[in-house]
């Protein structure tokens, strides 16, 4: 039988957590950095797969390879400030002795899989829409072959409008929700 345990993170809880974030943040600077954020998702996400951990938090730190796809989809071609933006959010995944260190049995992972709830929840419009993106590529792919089409001819003609109304779409998203007065992790 599953069980639910709610908890809820203070105000000075989320001002310690976003203090972590943005020194985090910081350090994700430029391309090398960035590349060494990604691999260390890829890997932490690979590591807490393959480990005997609660489904909790192997769950949660799967859907982060969304993201990862997400920022190397040279289709989906996400602007400097949005790959940023998804970076930033991945960095802290990449400290291994970040609030409970990583090598502590059976909690280590604890705070990445909250952490994975919370990027997660802040990005969720930007992986709807990607998601939205690969599957309208996906089905129009299967369409042009079935009328025997080359997928490749005009493919870039035809994702570029599906794509354009996509960001649009996801920064507009972005910002009506700045203003609904709750809380946001600043990632960027």
Same mark, same amino acid.
């Given at each position: ?12 809880? =989320? +001002? ?15 391309? !090398?950095?960035?590349?060494? +954020?990604? &691999? ?8 807490? *797969? ?15 390879? +969304? ?18 933006? +998804?970076?930033?959010? =991945? ?14 049995? *059976?909690? *280590? ?11 997660? !929840? ?25 009328? *025997?089409?080359?997928? &490749? =001819? ?13 960001? !649009? ?20």
């Amino acid at each position: 039988m599953p069980l639910d345990i709610t908890f809820t993170l203070s105000d000075s809880d =989320l +001002v310690r957590f976003q203090h972590i974030v943005d020194h985090a943040r910081e350090s994700v600077r430029d391309e !090398k950095a960035a590349r060494h +954020v990604e &691999k260390a998702a890829r890997d932490l996400i690979e590591e807490t *797969g393959r480990g005997d951990l609660p489904e909790f938090i192997t769950s949660r730190i799967a859907k982060l390879s +969304v993201m990862i796809d997400m920022i190397n989809d040279v289709e989906w071609k996400l602007s400097a400030e949005d790959r940023q933006r +998804v970076i930033g959010a =991945l960095a802290y995944l990449c400290d291994p002795d970040d609030m409970i260190p990583d090598h502590i049995p *059976g909690l *280590g992972f604890l705070d990445d899989a909250i952490y994975a709830e919370i990027i997660i !929840k802040e990005l969720r419009n930007e992986i709807e829409l990607y998601e939205e993106f690969c599957a309208y590529r996906k089905a129009e792919e299967a369409r042009r072959a079935a009328r *025997g089409e080359d997928i &490749k =001819l005009g493919r870039e003609e035809w994702l570029a409008a599906k794509r354009a109304a996509l960001h !649009k779409k996801m920064h507009r998203r972005r910002s009506a929700g700045r203003g609904r007065g709750e809380w946001h992790l600043r990632l960027f």
